[in-house]
């Protein structure tokens, strides 16, 4: 072994000699190919997979409002949208209606959308679709030698990511001389090129109490939950605003590519006025679901598309309804739309829609995926507790859309169905034209958990391979992907960590299995030979017993097949650690090796500077903010290894010890 792999074999401050390390590995156990990870109780290693879909175009509108149906301000024109396979364009708004009021009569029942009026429009993440901002988030597929394991980075703007050059909102942005933060209704910039953290200016945001932010060269994109803002950062001691647009629907998401920015908007069931069933009322049940279907009869276009408002100027609808794609399966009935836009021009929009409830959103590179989330099946023996879909999504099958991205554009590219659900975006990952998703159980299939590959053919999107029953009667807590592996997470009385090579998309196999107390929710490489696990587990507590708290493992990930934890850092029982919910509370500094990540105890939040060495990790806490201002907290990089601890009204430097040289 040469100085540089003895080096790495402890943890990396630098590029690591990957092609060298892996051969090694490979060689050591016969095997093909081998990574890492990403959060939550199971660990699998994946191999790479194919994505596509059904080929078709999009269309922009022209310039200025107009009728109903055409598109407001943004874009130029081309030909009318084509769709084929799983997408069908709609054609005109009456037959767009047309398929709403068909598929929507269907789904009420006597008291409202499918009896369950509190679950209309759920969203990707369980929100209420008039509610807030949820996100607030080349290489050879079959070529192991070139496989890395490091995937997960800080994007430039210093938000710790779940893709490397796909940037995404947060409260903190930073083009590593000024930062910006949004906090309570302003937006505040902040010199940090000198020894201290000075402040500048502040701005006001109107209606925008929950906002986060992108930065796009000169410009501060503010997102809120149905309002976007424009700010002029050229001068960060005259920040201006410039441009606002309102909308009718909540955004569920934005995503950052260079200086374009796509925001997801999630249009779920309409509000009506539909009756209830009553003795005193005289309406029986089978009366008030004739009288309910009539109501969802009698609705317009206006009630299932968005709309959209530019300076406060008059409210558009936002899409063409000839333009809107309409599956040709069932799928969950809503719609979501896709505004592409340049950082410097908001009110000058590319938009794609599709007839369906498929905000659940991940964006690689050059791909943007929108997936159907139905019922699942609870590990505890309930098959639809965690349905979170009103509509056809109870068929145990998940559809996945395929938006190709070209500048502000997005084009449709297809669809595929599979068996299972998609839990969420991390669920999801694309590289080199190959999809991958973990998926949870449904009625469609077994119990256990299941990695699917899915490969283009042409308009489709086909399943290529398949590993079924990946722990029965476990809760899949968390995935995450590295280049040729996945690591999945499952959760019920032990923190199982299953290592899965699928260096042959068509055959994985299992490589090993790792079982400890508690569980991960988040997992952070660092490097290719360590992997940082956040969770929880059986901590000591003050009264000798064992308590349940905030927990951090350090995982030695040399050998797929036999992984071990070297390390943990137990919190004290009853904290929790913030980054199991929201990855962008944790940070890790290469060069000083030391990760940075905030721990929740009662009403007090602490930053945890976990410094690595030998295997091991010590902690020093520091207290970085009280009560609900908790969750604003951020850690911020900065170039020379240097850290800006952020919180809901302050920023400064994080002391981090020396460097690791």
């Not at 105890?601 to 602490?606: H, I, P, S, T, V």
Request: proline share 6%; with cysteine.
């Amino acid at each position: 072994m040469t100085d540089l792999e003895r080096l790495w074999d402890d943890l990396p401050v630098g590029p690591a000699p990957t092609d060298r390390i892996l051969r090694a590995a490979r060689a050591e156990r016969g095997g093909r190919r081998r990574a890492l990870l990403r959060p939550t109780g199971t660990v699998l290693a994946l191999g790479a997979l194919a994505a596509a879909f059904v080929a078709g175009t999009h269309v922009t509108g022209g310039d200025g409002p107009g009728e109903p149906g055409d598109r407001p301000y943004g874009g130029a024109a081309t030909g009318p949208a084509t769709f084929s396979g799983a997408l069908v364009a709609a054609g005109s708004c009456e037959a767009l209606l047309e398929h709403y009021v068909d598929a929507g009569r269907e789904l009420v029942g006597p008291w409202g959308w499918d009896g369950l009026p509190y679950l209309v429009g759920l969203g990707a993440d369980g929100a209420i679709p008039r509610g807030g901002f949820g996100g607030a988030m080349q290489r050879n597929a079959y070529a192991p030698d070139q496989a890395k394991v490091t995937r997960s980075t800080s994007s430039d703007t210093g938000t710790n990511v779940q893709e490397a050059g796909v940037d995404e909102p947060d409260v903190v942005k930073t083009d590593g001389e000024v930062l910006y933060r949004v906090a309570d209704g302003r937006l505040t910039s902040y010199d940090v090129s000198g020894p201290d953290v000075e402040r500048i200016a502040s701005v006001a945001l109107t209606g925008m109490p929950d906002a986060e932010i992108l930065l796009a060269g000169d410009t501060v994109v503010v997102v809120g939950e149905d309002r976007l803002l424009s700010v002029d950062v050229a001068d960060p001691a005259a920040m201006e605003l410039r441009s606002r647009v309102d909308l009718t629907s909540p955004v569920v998401t934005a995503r950052q590519h260079g200086d374009d920015v796509r925001l997801v908007v999630s249009t779920g069931l309409p509000d009506l006025p539909f009756v209830q069933p009553g003795r005193r009322r005289g309406i029986s049940q089978a009366e008030a679901t004739r009288r309910n279907r009539a109501v969802v009869a009698d609705t317009t276009i206006a009630d299932w598309l968005p709309r959209a408002s530019l300076d406060r100027g008059p409210e558009e609808q936002l899409s063409d309804c000839a333009d809107v794609a309409v599956p040709s399966a069932t799928a969950p009935l809503g719609t979501t739309t896709v505004l592409g836009f340049t950082g410097s021009d908001v009110g000058a929009w590319d938009v794609t829609a599709i007839a369906a409830d498929a905000s659940t959103t991940y964006s690689s590179t050059d791909h943007l995926f929108l997936a159907t989330t139905g019922e699942t099946v609870d590990p505890w023996g309930c098959a639809t507790c965690t349905s979170r879909t009103v509509g056809p999504a109870g068929d145990g099958t998940t559809q996945v859309f395929d938006l190709e991205l070209d500048g502000i554009r997005t084009r449709y590219a297809g669809a595929g169905r599979v068996d299972g659900a998609v839990r969420d975006r991390w669920s999801m990952d694309e590289a080199d034209g190959v999809l991958r998703l973990a998926l949870s159980p449904t009625s469609e299939t077994g119990t256990g958990n299941a990695v699917v590959t899915l490969r283009r053919e042409g308009d489709e999107l086909l399943e290529v391979g398949r590993l079924e029953g990946i722990a029965p009667g476990e809760d899949l807590t968390a995935v995450r992907w590295f280049d040729d592996l996945a690591v999945l997470v499952t959760f019920r009385q032990v923190d199982p960590l299953f290592t899965v090579d699928l260096g042959d998309p068509r055959a994985p196999r299992l490589l090993g299995e790792l079982k400890i107390p508690g569980f991960s929710s988040y997992l952070h490489p660092l490097g290719e030979r360590r992997l940082l696990g956040v969770g929880e587990g059986p901590v000591p507590a003050r009264d000798g017993r064992t308590g349940w708290g905030a927990q951090v493992g350090l995982f030695d990930v040399t050998d797929l097949t036999d992984v071990r934890r070297l390390d943990t850092v137990d919190y004290p029982a009853g904290s929790w650690a913030g980054a199991t919910a929201d990855p962008r509370q944790l940070t890790w500094v290469p060069g000083r090796r030391t990760v940075v990540t905030v721990v929740r105890r009662g009403r007090a939040g602490y930053v945890s500077v976990l410094r690595l060495a030998e295997g091991r990790m010590s902690n020093r806490m520091v207290l970085a903010e009280r009560g609900d201002d908790v969750d604003a907290v951020r850690l911020v990089p900065l170039a020379g290894d240097r850290v800006v601890l952020v919180t809901d009204d302050d920023a400064s430097f994080l002391p981090l010890g020396p460097s690791a040289g």
